[in-house]
C-alpha cells in the first residue's frame, strides 16, 4: 500500500550527504519511533528509510525521483522538511498528499501583505492544470491553500508560524519546489479526458441477412 502524508511538516531536518544515488538526512524529532521500510516525506517527496542510527537515516533516490524534483540543486547542510507517513489515528490537518511529485516550480516573488507572505510560483502548464484557486497545493511538502491562480504562476498565503517551522524561511527569488497537486483532481481529470480506445472491428449484429449468410 503506498504512503499518505497530511502535509503537515513535523520537523527540519538537514542533508549530511548525497552522493550515488543514496541521501543521509540528519534530524531527531521524526526518528522515535523510525524502522527500515518506512516512508517519511522528505521535501513532500516519499522516500523508503533503509538505515538509520539516533541522528540520521538513510534513503535511496531514484533517478526519476532526482529528475521530477529539486534534489539536484540541494547538498550537504541544504534544510528539508520532514514528515512521517500517517496512521489510522492521526489528525488529517492538512489534505491528502501522496509523495509523488509532479514536478518543480520556481519562486517569482515574496511580498508581504500584513502578517501573511504572499509566495508567487511559476510553474508549467502540465503542473497548473492542475492548480485550482482555494484548492489544496503541496509545496516542498507543506499543505497550502491556492489564493490565486493565472496561466503562468499561483500564489499562495503562508502565515508566520508556516516559515518558522518549515524550510520556506530560507527560500528565496529563484529558489525551485517541489509541487504535488491534489490528489482527487488528477483521478477527476484522468476520468473526464480519457477516451477508451475504438475497438479494432465492430461486432456484427444479428440479423435475419446475418443469419441466411451463415447458412442459417
Given at each position: 500500500m503506498a504512503a499518505l502524508f497530511t502535509g503537515i511538516i513535523e520537523?527540519?531536518?538537514?542533508?549530511?550527504?548525497?552522493?550515488?544515488?543514496?541521501?543521509?538526512?540528519?534530524?531527531?524529532?521524526?526518528?522515535?519511533?523510525?524502522?527500515?521500510g518506512d516512508s517519511i516525506a522528505v521535501n513532500g517527496t516519499c522516500l523508503t528509510v533503509?538505515?538509520?542510527?539516533?541522528?540520521?537515516?538513510?534513503?535511496?533516490?531514484?533517478?526519476e525521483t532526482i529528475r521530477r524534483t529539486s534534489f539536484a540543486e540541494l547538498g550537504s547542510g541544504s534544510p528539508v522538511n520532514l514528515e512521517r507517513a500517517v496512521l489510522p489515528t492521526t489528525r488529517m490537518g492538512g489534505h491528502f498528499v501522496s509523495g509523488h511529485i509532479d514536478g518543480t516550480g520556481k519562486i517569482l516573488s515574496l511580498t508581504g501583505e500584513g502578517n501573511a507572505l504572499l509566495l508567487r510560483v511559476q510553474a508549467g502548464p502540465e503542473i497548473l492544470r492542475g492548480i485550482?484557486?482555494?484548492?489544496?497545493?503541496?509545496?516542498?511538502?507543506?499543505?497550502?491553500?491556492?489564493?490565486?491562480?493565472?496561466?503562468?504562476?499561483?500564489?499562495?498565503?503562508?502565515?508566520?508560524?508556516?516559515?518558522?517551522?518549515?524550510?520556506?524561511?530560507?527560500?528565496?527569488a529563484g529558489s525551485l519546489l517541489n509541487i504535488e497537486t491534489d490528489m482527487l483532481g488528477k483521478y477527476v481529470r484522468r476520468l473526464l479526458t480519457f477516451s477508451a480506445p475504438a475497438a479494432e472491428k465492430a461486432e456484427p449484429?444479428?440479423?435475419?441477412?446475418?443469419?441466411?449468410?451463415c447458412g442459417f
Open positions: 520537523e527540519v531536518g538537514r542533508i549530511r550527504q548525497m552522493q550515488g544515488g543514496v541521501i543521509r538526512v540528519a534530524a531527531k524529532d521524526i526518528l522515535c519511533d523510525v524502522h527500515v533503509t538505515d538509520f542510527t539516533r541522528e540520521a537515516f538513510t534513503a535511496d533516490l531514484m533517478p485550482v484557486e482555494k484548492g489544496s497545493v503541496a509545496l516542498d511538502g507543506i499543505s497550502l491553500t491556492v489564493a490565486e491562480v493565472t496561466p503562468m504562476d499561483f500564489t499562495v498565503s503562508l502565515i508566520p508560524h508556516t516559515r518558522e517551522v518549515t524550510n520556506l524561511g530560507s527560500k528565496k449484429a444479428l440479423t435475419a441477412d446475418f443469419l441466411r449468410q
